[in-house]
Structure formats: C-alpha cells, structure tokens
Nanobody, 123 residues
C-alpha cells in the first residue's frame, strides 16, 4: 500500500520561497514516477512537476523557472522547492505516483491522494 504525507505549505507574501516535502512509503522512488499537483479553489487539479525513477525532472508551464523538484531516496522523500511565489500559486499541493510524460500532457492518472498541504500567497 502506497502512502503520501505532504508538508511544508503555509501563508507567505509574494516573492517568498517554500519547500514542500512529500514523505512516501510503500513503494520505491527509483522504480516509480512521483508528481506534484495542485488544486486551487474552483479549479481542476493540475500537474506541476514530476520526477522519474531515473531522476529526470519535468515541469509544466506553471512551474517554469521558479520550481525545482528533487528527491532523497534514503529518506523516501520528494521535494518541491518553490521560489518567487505568486498569488496564482495559491492552492493545495499534492504528491502522487504517476507517469511523468502524462503529467506534461495533462492526462496523468493517479490512483490515490494524500491530504495535501496548503500554500497561500498573499499580501
């Protein structure tokens, strides 16, 4: 059984940075793709970034130049470093097992979700 625990969100001002963490259990990071998704109020859940089992990084337009995905296999944790946050980044952020190529296409299939972590960017 796979399990995800997201953390690291909070209330910040525009231009601030946050690092989100995704603690994973029940699967091997080097044998799966793990993606970050977000859901803003009234909007569909969308993919933000993804890292493959081999460590290749993928980013959608929303994360371009500002976000960085990484992982620590020893800690079974995937991270999303977010810089220069903007109000439009406000959302609940989730991590999940997925397929990175599908995340880029907006067609990712996810079987289960964690509770997510809230990111709010406001003055």
């Amino acid at each position: 059984q796979s399990q995800f625990v997201e953390s690291g969100g909070g209330l910040v001002q525009p231009g601030a940075s946050l690092r989100l963490s995704c603690g994973a259990s029940g699967f091997a990071l080097d044998k799966n793709h793990v993606g970050w998704f977000r859901e803003a109020p009234g909007k569909v859940r969308e993919g933000v970034s993804c890292i493959s089992g081999s460590g290749t990084e993928y980013y959608t337009y929303a994360a371009k130049d500002r976000f960085t995905i990484s992982r620590d296999n020893d800690k079974n944790t995937v991270y999303l470093k977010m810089n220069n946050l903007k109000p439009e980044d406000t959302a609940v952020y989730y991590c999940a097992i997925t397929v990175c190529a599908d995340v880029l296409q907006g067609t990712a299939i996810v079987d289960s979700w964690g509770r997510g972590t809230q990111v709010t960017v406001s003055s």
